[in-house]
Structure formats: structure tokens, C-alpha cells
């Protein structure tokens, strides 16, 4: 059974790294045949929201954020891992890798 995977990704400016976080953790969950599913909080507001069955059916919630989450009550109760869009965009294996470390 593949580790479920939920991702909020928000950048201060809302524009370059909200994005470039999100695809560098599709990138690496896949890499390691995780199912994930990423929201933007970004310029464009909120993108590909997740949906409470979505939130309720993962194993771990990686918020990769540089301000606040919008609507974060959505993901109470959850192991929740917080990282900075900067890291993720440099090191998305590690995200990944500190969050399933939450799971075990």
C-alpha cells in the first residue's frame, strides 16, 4: 500500500517558489512511489485544493511554507511536517524523507 502524501506549498511573493516547491515534491514522492497531492497557496490563491477526504486519507501532510496556511484547521490531528518552500525547492528528497520519518 503506497504512503499517501498531502502538501500545502505557500511563498511569501505567492509566485516563483510556491510552484517550484510543489513540483519538486511531486518529483521525489513519485521517486519513491508515494501518492501526493500538492495545494498552492499562492498569487492565484488557492489551486488544486485538497479535498477533507484527501487531508483525512494521508499518512503525513508536508506544509512547505514561508507564511501562514490558509484554512490550516482543515489539517487538525495530522503529523505535520514544516519546511521552508527554499528548502524544498533545494532539497526535495529531504522533505519527503523527514516526513515519512514522521509515519514510521
Known sequence: MAKKIVAVTACIAGIAHTYMAAENLKK?????GYDIKVET?????????????DIDGADVVIFAVDTTVQESDRFDGK?????????????????IDKAMELVK
Open 79 to 95: 503529523q505535520i511536517l514544516k519546511v521552508g518552500t527554499s528548502e524544498v525547492v533545494k532539497d526535495g528528497q529531504a522533505a
Open 28 to 32: 521525489y514522492a513519485k521517486k519513491e
Open 41 to 53: 497557496q499562492g498569487a492565484m490563491g488557492l489551486e488544486n485544493r485538497l479535498s477533507q477526504d
